[in-house]
Structure formats: C-alpha cells, structure tokens
T-cell receptor, first 114, second 112 residues
Framework: NAGVTQTPKFQVLKTGQSMTLQCAQDMNHNSMYWYRQDPGMGLRLIYYSASEGTTDKGEVPNGYNVSRLNKREFSLRLESAAPSQTSVYFC?????????????FGSGTRLTVV | DAKTTQPTSMDCAEGRAANLPCNHSTISGNEYVYWYRQIHSQGPQYIIH???NNETNEMASLIITEDRKSSTLILPHATLRDTAVYYCIVRSQTGTASKLTFGTGTRLQVTL
C-alpha cells in the first residue's frame, strides 16, 4: 500500500517551459488536492477534486491547470512556468466516513524555475 | 473558512509534555479540528483530529474547550524526533468538497 505517490520528486525548469506533475493514490479515496508550499509558509491549496470528473479552484489557482484522469490520478500542469512558481508541491487525497474525513499527503515535488 | 492562530515557536525539553495551543474562535458547529506536523520539508503527517470531545491516540491527545474556540495538542513525552512544525487546521466544507486550510503553524523545538 503506497498511499499517495508523486512524480517527479525534483524538477528544474526554464522560464516558459511546461510540465505536468503526477499524483496517484491507491486508497480508493474520492477527493484529491494539490497544494504548494513556499519557504517559511504553510501549504496553500491550488486546486482540488471532490470526486472523479470534478475539479475546483483553491486559494492560488493562477498559472495552473489540473486533470482528474480517473479516481486514482490527479495531475497538475504548468503551461508556462515562471520563477514565482518555484515551490514544493504536495498532493493529497481524502476519504469521508459519516462527515468525518481522513487526509493523506504525498512526499512532495520540489520544483525550481530558473 | 475558519482561521486558526498559533504561536510561532515553542521549546520543550525531551521527556516532558509539549502543549501546543491553537485558537479557532470562528469555528462552526460541524467543523473538525485537525493537527498535522511537518518534519523538514516532508509531506504533512497526520496526528489527530476531533469535533468536540477530547481525543487520544498513540501519538497525542487533543483537548478541545467546551465552547470549541480553542484547542491544545499534547505530546505526552516529547522526543528529539518530535521537532517539527505543527499545524492546527479547521476543515471547511463546501458542498461535497472539504478542504484543509493551513496557517503558518508552530515550530516546536525539542531539546536535550
């Protein structure tokens, strides 16, 4: 049981390049999330998907797009990377039981845009 | 979304109890309080969560005041490995979606 798996773990991009961050969970969770964390700050929500086929914007969605490919996979795309997008990106998934939620986070993707 | 307020940093001697406070005065009646921690830049690790009753698990205890406007995370016997940033989070619900909104957390330093 791997939990939440993110790839790649590290990436360096040049300004203007595009890339897709991959996230997969094997826990049969309905909801998935993408967060970013800048140095010295807490995590900020970029996008989330409450269920397969739905996506919604979070706190900081500008410059990103997402795809909920199926129940397991939720990808984050940077179409034209900017230095301001240098950050650590975390994917998470959650389940619900009777209004109570459990969340699991991946180990992160460290992205540098030069 | 309900906001949380935590001290920026705290120190604790190894073997002693670490008591981390959190204020969430705007919490709604059906919103849960979650605690996560982050060691270095690893992914956040779940510690405990609760609604209104006090909770205990193998890692920690969570004490929620009767009015639910504040809570305290207790690590009963802190070790050096408990040095981390601890986040108190109120989960918000929008339709079928739930979200965790992180603040800046409390940096706990456990010392010898």
């Amino acid at each position: 049981n791997a939990g939440v798996t993110q790839t790649p773990k590290f990436q360096v991009l040049k300004t203007g390049q595009s890339m897709t961050l991959q996230c997969a969970q094997d826990m049969n969770h309905n909801s998935m999330y993408w967060y970013r964390q800048d140095p010295g700050m807490g995590l900020r929500l970029i996008y989330y998907s409450a269920s397969e086929g739905t996506t919604d914007k979070g706190e900081v969605p500008n410059g990103y797009n997402v795809s909920r490919l199926n129940k397991r996979e939720f990808s984050l795309r940077l179409e034209s990377a900017a230095p301001s997008q240098t950050s650590v990106y975390f994917c998470a998934s959650s389940f619900e039981v009777g209004g109570d939620y459990g969340y699991t986070f991946g180990s992160g993707t460290r992205l540098t845009v030069v | 979304d309900a906001k949380t307020t935590q001290p920026t940093s705290m120190d604790c001697a190894e073997g002693r109890a670490a008591n981390l406070p959190c204020n969430h005065s705007t919490i709604s009646g059906n919103e849960y309080v979650y605690w996560y921690r982050q060691i270095h830049s690893q992914g956040p690790q779940y510690i405990i969560h609760g609604l209104k009753n006090n909770e205990t698990n193998e890692m920690a205890s969570l004490i929620i005041t009767e009015d639910r406007k504040s809570s305290t995370l207790i690590l009963p016997h802190a070790t050096l490995r408990d040095t981390a940033v601890y986040y108190c989070i109120v989960r918000s619900q929008t339709g079928t979606a739930s979200k965790l909104t992180f603040g800046t957390g409390t940096r706990l330093q456990v010392t010898l």
